[in-house]
């Protein structure tokens, strides 16, 4: 019955499911929020100066909303978006994270 239950789960048209499950393993080493030009953050110790410069980012670029995922993969944090992020700014925002990040260690 349990099984019955989890099929609609396992849709494959839905890749909500498989990023939940990959958060559960690999959970993010911080998140930024981006909301109508300011960039918070919602996990994680990120300084004033990267957070500045994703909500001037976030502004020229009309970001209304999204996060911003610090992941860990293979030796350094990596990051994933969320999918109001559009494509075409992905590569903004790593390279604003290449300038600001900070050597981080797995605990």
Request: glycine share 6%; net charge positive; hydrophobic share 40%.
């Amino acid at each position: 019955m349990l099984y019955a239950a989890l099929i609609p789960l396992l849709d494959c048209k839905s890749m909500g499911f498989i990023r939940w499950i990959r958060r559960l393993i690999n959970p993010p080493v911080f998140v930024v929020f981006l909301h109508d030009g300011h960039a918070t953050a919602e996990k994680g110790n990120l300084s004033v100066e990267f957070l500045t410069e994703c909500s001037e980012l976030a502004k020229k670029r009309g970001i209304q909303e999204g996060r911003v995922y610090g992941v860990w993969k293979s030796d350094a944090v990596s990051l994933e978006f969320s999918p109001e992020i559009p494509e075409d700014h992905h590569q903004d925002i790593r390279d604003l994270w290449r300038l600001h990040r900070r050597r981080h260690k797995r605990s």
